[in-house]
């Protein structure tokens, strides 16, 4: 089946990038399709920490009203522990929330400007129209079947490449060499045992294996969430097992109850697309590229690029694609995530413990160091206090 009239722009994948694309070509008065296979409010990994930049990212775009109405919690501490050493960094700025929240909030906005959602739709990229060099989009629901043609298409799929038929012109997706694999679980608050942390602080783990991170979410569950060498997986037997090592080593251990969600994993993380598109087509968020998690910067460099292609995409709408497009997407994105150093360096030394406990004495030794590198992860602008619902002082 064909639908008819097509879209002005087709966004797959309603996480944070497609939903903030959507809802800002919406709002310039686009007609827009916002499609995704899973149906929300659902559960993601991740490690559900949403740094100041991406806050204000939303801000920016008009949506302050979501930011505040997430009920998320502003822990002020962020504990370091390499087994059993531990630093204990200030932390300003961070909103921890569910994914599940956090979402379906950007999804309900996005619905609100005028976006067209899809849910359950699994999207895969076809050759192109006549017309126009945009590929057509073909979706799958069960057994139901119908195509997109528009004149963009966004693909924000996070991990997932955005599968591509024969003879469809998509780019390649390199995986990092030694790239982890991520994890995550989540656990009632009830049934967390020694894991629930305190709900101010977030705690990261790190050793041999990888890297785990804790927070409490709004309801009072536990989020789990970390990147693991698959190597050291294969060798423990299971994602299960490698995480009940590292918590051993961090006196900790996993509840006998089963969480609520996972646990589960990610495809590998450390990713760029040789091209961040093709003609008609751009990649944003994950799709384009990511590293790993240990800096929680995930979602502020998903909406940070959202934001920087909304007016881009939108021009591609209303003049046609032109060859030069893809250069100045590739710019505008390089710009806006940067060459995303601390990460990188993160990521470096937390392949050795020797280079972690090093690097937690030198955090411990050098408090005005530990702001600065928590202020480049996190983004300078601290989150307002919570509202004031009623004024007492009257
Ligand atoms: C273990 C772990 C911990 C993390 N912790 C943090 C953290 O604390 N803070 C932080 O900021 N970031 C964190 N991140 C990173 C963050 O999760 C991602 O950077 C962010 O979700 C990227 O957003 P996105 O919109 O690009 O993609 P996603 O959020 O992954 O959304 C992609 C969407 O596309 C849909 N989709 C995929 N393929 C198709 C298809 N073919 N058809 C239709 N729909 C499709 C999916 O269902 C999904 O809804 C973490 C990541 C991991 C793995």
């Not at 881009?312 to 893809?326: F, I, K, S």
């Not at 100045?328 to 993160?346: K, N, P, Q």
Request: charged content about 20%; overall charge positive.
């Amino acid at each position: 089946m064909r639908s008819r009239p097509d879209p002005d722009c087709v966004v797959v994948g309603a996480g944070p990038a497609g939903a903030l694309v959507a809802h800002g070509l919406a709002l310039k008065g686009l007609w827009v399709v916002l499609v995704d296979r899973e149906v929300h409010p659902r559960w993601k990994v991740c490690g559900c920490c949403l740094g100041a930049r991406g806050a204000s990212v939303l801000r920016d775009r008009g949506l302050a009203a979501v930011v505040d109405s997430l009920d998320g919690r502003r822990p002020s501490r962020l504990d370091l522990r390499v087994d059993a050493q531990r630093v204990t960094l200030p932390l300003s700025g961070t909103l921890v929330v569910s994914r599940t929240a956090l979402d379906a909030a950007l999804l309900d906005a996005a619905r609100d400007a005028g976006v067209t959602v899809l849910e359950g739709w699994s999207a895969t990229l076809g050759s192109t129209a006549t017309g126009h060099p945009a590929p057509i989009l073909h979706l799958r629901r069960g057994d139901e079947a119908q195509q997109l043609d528009a004149r963009v298409v966004v693909a924000a799929t996070g991990l997932t490449p955005l599968p591509a038929r024969a003879g469809a012109s998509t780019p390649q997706i390199r995986v990092g060499h030694q790239s982890r694999i991520g994890l995550g679980a989540v656990y009632d608050a009830h049934t967390a045992g020694s894991l629930r942390p305190d709900p101010d602080r977030v705690v990261m783990l790190a050793g041999p294996a990888g890297y785990l991170g804790l927070s409490v979410l709004e309801d009072g569950a536990v989020n789990l969430a970390g990147a693991l060498d698959p190597d050291a997986v294969r060798a423990a037997g299971g994602m299960e097992a490698t995480v009940a090592r590292l918590l051993t080593r961090a006196g900790l251990a996993l509840p006998d109850a089963p969480p609520r969600h996972g646990w589960k994993g990610t495809p590998a993380l450390t990713r760029s697309a040789t091209r961040p598109g093709a003609p008609g087509l751009f990649l944003v968020g994950d799709a384009a590229g990511y590293l790993e998690p240990f800096t929680g910067e995930g979602m502020s460099w998903a909406l940070e690029s959202a934001a920087a292609l909304t007016p881009l995409a939108a021009e591609v709408v209303e003049r046609g694609w032109c060859p030069a497009d893809l250069g100045r997407w590739e710019a505008l994105r390089r710009r806006t995530v940067g060459s995303r150093t601390l990460i990188r360096t993160v990521s470096w030394l937390t392949r050795s413990p020797r280079r972690m406990h090093a690097a937690l004495k030198l955090l411990a030794w050098t408090p005005g160091l530990s702001r600065s590198l928590i202020r480049r992860a996190t983004g300078p602008t601290p989150l307002p206090p919570p509202r004031l619902l009623q004024d007492d002082s009257a």
